[in-house]
């Protein structure tokens, strides 16, 4: 079983940054793929970014091209999300995940279907202020 631990999120300003963190724990880490999601107020849960469980390979959502940027840490079991220039439009929930840890390469529309991971954290909720 593997629980995950959202944190690094806040009030923050138009313009700003985040860099939100995942830590896991009780399971070997580096066996999993991993994904972010976020969930705005009213609307359903989105993909926001994927990392392959050695890191090789990340994907994100064409909304975030470019501003996001998905990495990990096998040695200290956390996943990250750096936010740059964060708009109101990123407020939301962002939830990490993790998939059943088989150590196996897919595609990006793999990272970006929720039923594919298996593990999800309680969320820390980002709000941007304009």
């Known amino acids: 079983q593997v629980q995950l631990v959202e944190s690094g999120g806040g009030l923050v300003q138009a313009g700003a940054s985040l860099r939100l963190s995942c830590a896991a724990s009780g399971g070997t880490f580096s066996n999993y793929n991993m994904g972010w999601f976020r969930q705005a107020p009213g609307k359903e849960r989105e993909f926001v970014a994927g990392?392959?469980?050695?890191?090789?390979?990340?994907y994100y959502a064409d909304s975030v091209k470019g501003r996001f940027t998905v990495s990990r840490d096998n040695t200290k079991n956390t996943v990250n999300l750096q936010i740059n220039s964060l708009t109101p439009e990123d407020t939301a929930v962002y939830y990490c995940?993790?998939?059943?840890?088989?150590?196996?390469?897919?595609?990006?529309?793999?990272?970006?279907?929720?039923?594919?991971?298996?593990?999800w954290g309680q969320g820390t909720q980002v709000t941007v202020s304009s």
């Open positions: 995940a993790a998939d059943s840890g088989l150590r196996l390469y897919y595609n990006s529309g793999y990272y970006s279907t929720e039923r594919n991971y298996k593990y």
């Open positions: 990392i392959s469980w050695t890191g090789r390979n990340t």
